[in-house]
């Protein structure tokens, strides 16, 4: 018989989506504008994976919209662009070692407690 795949437990998506208010954290759109869903910074390719760091908090962001609208959909369609600002990441990488860029500008690194903290920036005094 095959293992069930793995997926976001219950627990760790209520932490994305507190950290997240509720709200894409790309664009800051409200669920209720176009819906939001869970995101995985590294992929977990087509099939799903049974690798349980695809699923923790700092694999995960919420954004407005499904693969196909939205925000979500801007990553899955600009990969490029998705890879400069953070939202998807190589393998190798290490998702709390990776901040992601908002539709603001702010640089955010966030953790797999469910943390999220700007990246200081040039101007921030010490």
Known sequence: MAKSKLKVEEDIRFKVFARAFYRCERCG?????SGVSIHH??????GGSRRTDL??????LVLCGS???????WV?????????AGYLIYAI???????????????WFID????????ATKYDKP
């Open 29 to 33: 759109g409200a669920p209720e504008s």
């Open 67 to 73: 693969g196909t609208t939205g925000c979500h959909g």
């Open 93 to 107: 990488e290490n998702a709390e070692d990776i901040p992601f860029t908002d539709g603001k500008g702010v640089r």
């Open 41 to 46: 910074r590294h992929p977990r390719k087509m």
């Open 112 to 119: 797999n407690q469910g943390g999220k903290r700007q990246l």
């Open 76 to 84: 899955e369609s600009y990969r490029h662009q998705a890879r400069e």
């Open 55 to 60: 699923h923790q908090p700092a694999n995960l």
